[in-house]
């Protein structure tokens, strides 16, 4: 007997209180903050500033980190195509429900690939889904290089590296893109700052 659930068998249950109840609970709009960008590009850092700055503001968050992740819900994943794909979809389902509770959910990865990035725009109703582009050149990036797997990649040690043996699809329509100054990498302050100031003109910030 097979143990795969028979979908035809499987009923949604609604609940008695709902995200609206939630969000006004919390003041806030439940939603999600989607940081892509290269390794190196300082996504975790900006991720962990906005965390900081919605403490401070009395604003309930939660940052999936993408290496965090590949801790727990996706450890059994690696990094072919199909495995990245996978570890979208799954990341995108649990922001979902993060939004759902009313949070405001920071998701920090690479995400390589377009067509999952929109996938789990998708998921989210009501223009819930805010992607964050940091576009910061491939060579910056590399001087960075902070784990030091663009050294490991361009030895050969490591393949199918973003950005270098394996691309980096750029949003085409992504809320909003955060790249350097005349020649300068803004203060994550400054980073997240411009992530807030979006999300406060357009009333995230309250319910």
Not at 5 to 27: C, Q, S, Y
Request: overall charge neutral; hydrophobic content about 35%; some cysteine.
């Amino acid at each position: 007997m097979s143990t795969v659930a028979n979908p035809a068998n499987i009923f949604w249950h609604d609940n008695l209180v709902g995200k609206t109840e939630r969000e006004k609970l919390l003041n806030q709009q439940g939603c999600v903050v989607w940081i892509t960008g290269l390794s190196g590009s300082g996504k975790s850092t900006i991720a962990c500033s906005l965390g900081r700055e919605f403490q401070a503001r009395g604003k309930l968050s939660y940052i999936l980190d993408g290496d965090n992740l590949r801790h727990g819900l996706n450890k059994n994943l690696g990094f072919s195509a199909e495995s990245r794909a996978e570890n979208i979809r799954r990341t995108g389902e649990v922001a979902k429900l993060f939004a759902d509770a009313g949070l405001i959910c920071i998701a920090s990865l690479i995400s390589p690939y377009r067509k999952d990035r929109d996938a789990c725009r998708v998921l989210l109703p009501d223009k819930k889904f805010i992607e964050v582009f940091l576009n910061m050149p491939l060579q910056l990036c590399e001087e960075r290089d902070p784990k030091g797997l663009y050294k490991l990649a361009r030895a050969g040690k490591i393949k199918g590296f973003t950005g270098i043996d394996d691309p980096y699809e750029p949003p085409l329509n992504c809320e909003i893109e955060i790249q350097q100054k005349d020649g300068l990498v803004p203060a994550p302050n400054e980073m997240a700052g411009q992530v807030v100031s979006y999300m406060e003109d357009r009333g995230f910030l309250e319910a």
